[in-house]
């Protein structure tokens, strides 16, 4: 078991089969401390790739990217979910739909944070049916910019989000995989950790 399937084992709320409440320490609030370690375990998986920018989704995604954009000296970008009066001009957006919430939002990241040429790694909190993945790519694709891979803290590998992003092209590398989850508890799919 690695340290974050024990983090989930210890502190995560199944809240049904499908929806996990990692809310101690992902979600609502936030533990700097194991943030910065799931952000170097996703920085060393992608260390060789000559990352130039990483690019996420408001909000949970955010404290992942920070860490794991300190630990490959790139700036990190996230996309909005609400418009703002600030982000005006030069907009890259896309749809996405959120299952949890039963919305669509229109994701939007500034053209000028973005460049095309860049070698962008993707990072998001949870991987579930892919629906916010394939709206960063599609940010990073209309920028002309290089999708390196996607770097998931949470996956859940019952449901068919992996399978779109490997039908794409894409690498993806998450921390913590999980094939099943029940009342009597989670179910993870063997995964690699470099760094710990």
């Known amino acids: 078991m690695n340290f974050l399937e024990k983090k989930i084992c210890e502190e995560g709320v199944i809240l049904s089969p ?57 700036p990190v970008v996230f996309a909005r979910k609400k418009k703002s009066l600030t982000l005006t001009d030069g907009l890259l957006t896309s749809k996405v739909y959120s299952f949890t919430k039963q ?47 996607f770097g998931i803290v949470i996956e859940k590998s019952f449901q068919d989000g992996r399978q779109k992003l490997i039908d794409k092209g894409y690498r993806v590398e998450s921390i913590a995989r999980i094939s099943e989850m029940s009342p009597e508890g989670i179910t993870f799919l063997k995964s690699e950790v470099l760094s710990s």
Do not use: W
Not at 121 to 138: P, T
């Open 103 to 149: 919305v669509e939002n229109e994701i939007s990241a500034a053209s000028k944070f973005l460049q095309a040429g860049e070698r962008v790694l993707i990072i998001d909190d949870f991987l579930a049916h892919g629906e916010a993945a394939l709206g960063l790519a599609e940010l990073v694709n209309k920028a002309g910019a290089h999708i390196c891979g």
């Open 18 to 74: 499908t929806v996990l409440k990692v809310d101690s320490f992902l979600n609502h609030q936030i533990d700097p401390l194991f943030m910065q370690q799931i952000g170097c375990e996703i920085a060393n998986r992608y260390k060789t790739e000559k990352i130039t920018k990483i690019l996420t989704i408001e909000s949970s995604g955010i404290a992942p990217a920070v860490f794991a954009g300190l630990e490959l000296d790139v």
